[in-house]
T-cell receptor
Framework: GAVVSQHPSRVICKSGTSVKIECRSLDFQATTMFWYRQFPKQSLMLMAT?????????EQGVEKDKFLINHASLTLSTLTVTSAHPEDSSFYIC??????????????FGPGTRLTVL | DQQVKQNSPSLSVQEGRISILNCDYTNSMFDYFLWYKKYPAEGPTFLISISSIKDKNEDGRFTVFLNKSAKHLSLHIVPSQPGDSAVYFCAASAQGGTSYGKLTFGQGTILTVHP
C-alpha cells in the first residue's frame, strides 16, 4: 500500500511555456500532499504544502504565482510551473501523507519528475 | 540554517557488516524522525521512523536509535547488502503548530556496500 505516482516522469519544454505535473495517491486518500524540489547532489527542499479543498501554503522564497498548486481531490494534486525558465530545471517530487495509520507524519513519495527548460 | 544535518556525505561498508548512518538536528520542536532511501532519479522510499517518546525502533535489518538529549539519531543496517547501496536521507517533523506534517531533510549520505 501507500503508492504515489507522478506524471510525467520527464518533461522538456521551451522557455516561457507552462508545465503541469500530476501527483496521485493510488491506494489511499491524502488530505495533504507536499511538493519538493531537488537540485543535483542536494537535499530535498520543501516548496509548498497542498491541502485538499484549500489554498496551498508556500515556503519562504517560493513564488506562488510561478508555482501554481491545485489539490482538487483527495487523491490528486497538481503543480504547474508557469512561464518556465532554465533555472526552473530541476527534479520535482511530490509526497502524500497517509492519514489512515497511527504515524500520520509518514510521507510517501512519488517517483519524481525531471523538468528541463531549454 | 540547516536544522537537520548528515555530516557524512558518504559511507563505504563491506557486505555482511553493519552500516551506521548518523543524523543530528538542532530544532528541539522536532518529535518525529524518519529515514528514507533514495536512488538517482527516483523518489525517496520510506524505511523506518521513530517518535520522540521512544529511543529505539527496529524493523528487520533496520534499527533507528534516538538520543534526544544529544539531538542525534542513527540508522543501523545489519547485515548490510549490496542492494542497500543508495542515498539515505534523515528527515524530521514537528507535530504541533503550523509546522505539522512538514518534513525537514538532511543532506543525505551515500551508502556503498561492497560485495
Amino acid at each position: 500500500g501507500a503508492v504515489v505516482s507522478q506524471h510525467p516522469s520527464r518533461v522538456i519544454c521551451k522557455s516561457g511555456t507552462s508545465v503541469k505535473i500530476e501527483c496521485r495517491s493510488l491506494d489511499f486518500q491524502a488530505t495533504t500532499m507536499f511538493w519538493y524540489r531537488q537540485f543535483p547532489k542536494q537535499s530535498l527542499m520543501l516548496m509548498a504544502t497542498s491541502n485538499e479543498g484549500s489554498k496551498a501554503t508556500y515556503e519562504q522564497g517560493v513564488e506562488k504565482d510561478k508555482f501554481l498548486i491545485n489539490h482538487a481531490s483527495l487523491t490528486l494534486s497538481t503543480l504547474t510551473v508557469t512561464s518556465a525558465h532554465p533555472e526552473d530545471s530541476s527534479f520535482y517530487i511530490c509526497s502524500a501523507r497517509d492519514a489512515r495509520g497511527a504515524s500520520t507524519d509518514t510521507q510517501y513519495f512519488g517517483p519524481g519528475t525531471r523538468l528541463t527548460v531549454l | 540554517d540547516q536544522q537537520v544535518k548528515q555530516n557524512s556525505p558518504s559511507l563505504s561498508v563491506q557486505e555482511g557488516r553493519i552500516s551506521i548512518l548518523n543524523c543530528d538536528y538542532t530544532n528541539s520542536m522536532f518529535d518525529y524522525f524518519l529515514w528514507y532511501k533514495k536512488y538517482p532519479a527516483e523518489g525517496p522510499t520510506f524505511l523506518i521512523s521513530i517518535s520522540s517518546i521512544k529511543d529505539k525502533n527496529e524493523d528487520g535489518r533496520f534499527t533507528v536509535f534516538l538520543n534526544k538529549s544529544a539531538k542525534h539519531l542513527s540508522l543501523h543496517i545489519v547485515p548490510s547488502q549490496p542492494g542497500d547501496s543508495a542515498v539515505y536521507f534523515c528527515a524530521a517533523s514537528a507535530q504541533g503548530g503550523t509546522s505539522y506534517g512538514k518534513l525537514t531533510f538532511g543532506q543525505g549520505t551515500i551508502l556503498t556496500v561492497h560485495p
